[in-house]
C-alpha cells in the first residue's frame, strides 16, 4: 500500500516537476510551493509556524526550507530567540511567482478533473484517512496486529 501511494506521488509530483524543468526552472520542487504560497500571503516567519501551517512536521519544513535556500529562493535570518530562524522569500522567489501561482491553479483544475474519473474525491479519501490516523495512529495499528501475530492470535 505505501508503495503504491509512493509511486501515485511521484507520478504526481513528477510532472509537475516536469513542468517547472521546461519553463526553466529545474531546481524548483513541486514541494516548494505552499512554503513559496504562505510567505507571500503571511510573511517572514519561523520554520515552526511555517510547518505549522503547510501541515508537515517541523523537520519536513526544515528540510525543504535548507533545500530551498540552496537553490536560491529563500533566505533565513535569526529572530528574536537565537534557535529561531525567520523564512524570507528572495527576489529569485519572488520573480517565479506567476509560474508557481500559474502551476497551483492549473493543477487544482487537473486534481478537479482526475477527482472526476475517481469513485472518491482523492482529497476526500486523504482528508478522512488523516482523521482515522489521527484517530488511531498506524504505528499504533501496525504494532497491535504485529503482538497478535508473534503470539500467534492473528
Known amino acids: 500500500m505505501s ?3 509512493r509511486h501515485v506521488h511521484e507520478m504526481m509530483d513528477g510532472a509537475i516537476a516536469e513542468i517547472y524543468a521546461d519553463l526553466g526552472m529545474p531546481e524548483y520542487r513541486p514541494r516548494f510551493s505552499p512554503v513559496v504560497r504562505t510567505l507571500v500571503a503571511q510573511g517572514p516567519m519561523a520554520i515552526r509556524d511555517l510547518a505549522e501551517i503547510i501541515g508537515v512536521t ?5 528540510q525543504t526550507v535548507i533545500q530551498m535556500r540552496r537553490h536560491g529562493f529563500v533566505t533565513l535570518e535569526k529572530g528574536a530567540d537565537a534557535r529561531q530562524r525567520i523564512v524570507h522569500l528572495t527576489p529569485k522567489a519572488r520573480a517565479a511567482l506567476p509560474a508557481i501561482e500559474a502551476e497551483w491553479a492549473a493543477t487544482e483544475q487537473a486534481m478537479r478533473e482526475l477527482d472526476e474519473e475517481l469513485p472518491v474525491p482523492l482529497a476526500d ?3 478522512a484517512m488523516v482523521e482515522a490516523l489521527e484517530r488511531r495512529p498506524f504505528r499504533a495499528r501496525v504494532e497491535g496486529q504485529m503482538r497478535l501475530d508473534l503470539l500467534g492470535t492473528g
Open 3 to 5: 508503495t503504491l501511494m
Open 58 to 62: 517541523h523537520s519536513a519544513a526544515s
Open 125 to 127: 479519501m486523504l482528508r
